[in-house]
T-cell receptor, first 111, second 113 residues
Framework: DQQVKQNSPSLSVQEGRISILNCDYT??????FLWYKKYPAEGPTFLIS?????DKNEDGRFTVFLNKSAKHLSLHIVPSQPGDSAVYFC??????????FGTGTRLQVFP | EPEVTQTPSHQVTQMGQEVILRCVPISNHLYFYWYRQILGQKVEFLVS????????KSEIFDDQFSVERPDGSNFTLKIRSTKLEDSAMYFC???????????FGDGTRLSIL
């Protein structure tokens, strides 16, 4: 039951460039989407979210885009920094309740 | 910044024993959750808790599992008779009102021998 999918297990980006992480979902009832960042031995850290009534939300270097017709969202990080190297999880929910997570994308930002 | 805290960070238990994982959610939060992540797999929802009762539970959350909020600050997950397949990272999360994101603790690594 893969309601939320992150098809790229890893991504490598040069410092200063844009990182684009992608996520697809299948459940049209999802109305709230989030991105979390996770370092080893730590819990997921909330980054940014978007409601289904919007198609873009921006917070500093992080922007999330939502394409409801394609059931696709993406996280853009500009500019990428070495400290951004982590595993990024996409998650989705109905009514902001239980989260359904993707499998994660490991981002590596190199100098 | 307020955070969710979980204890212990690592718990090693013999199969068949009971284990209690503890969480202190963010103080003004109203909704509480447990998730788990088996090594190499995705984070999975276990249970949600609001107003002193379970709101929803997954099929993983069988009769061996229970949750409790024994006082105004702690939120616990009990596994009555542990199995080898219960070995995983267990994450507690909490959130405030509707529209607010869930915030996670750093997890408890549960190892069943």
């Amino acid at each position: 039951d893969q309601q939320v999918k992150q098809n790229s297990p890893s991504l490598s980006v040069q410092e200063g460039r844009i990182s684009i992480l992608n996520c697809d979902y299948t459940n049209s009832m999802f109305d709230y989407f989030l991105w979390y960042k996770k370092y080893p031995a730590e819990g997921p850290t909330f980054l940014i979210s978007i409601s289904s009534i919007k198609d873009k939300n921006e917070d500093g270097r992080f922007t999330v885009f939502l394409n409801k017709s394609a059931k696709h969202l993406s996280l853009h990080i500009v500019p990428s920094q070495p400290g951004d190297s982590a595993v990024y999880f996409c998650a989705a929910s109905e009514d902001t309740d239980k989260l359904i997570f993707g499998t994660g994308t490991r981002l590596q930002v190199f100098p | 910044e307020p955070e969710v805290t979980q204890t212990p960070s690592h718990q090693v238990t013999q199969m068949g024993q009971e284990v209690i994982l503890r969480c202190v959610p963010i103080s003004n939060h109203l909704y509480f959750y447990w998730y788990r992540q088996i090594l190499g797999q995705k984070v999975e929802f276990l249970v949600s808790f609001y107003n002193n009762e379970i709101s929803e539970k997954s099929e993983i959350f069988d009769d061996q599992f229970s949750v409790e909020r024994p006082d105004g600050s702690n939120f616990t997950l009990k596994i009555r008779s542990t199995k080898l397949e219960d070995s995983a990272m267990y994450f507690c999360a909490s959130r405030g009102s509707s529209g607010q994101p869930q915030h996670f603790g750093d997890g408890t690594r549960l190892s069943i021998l």
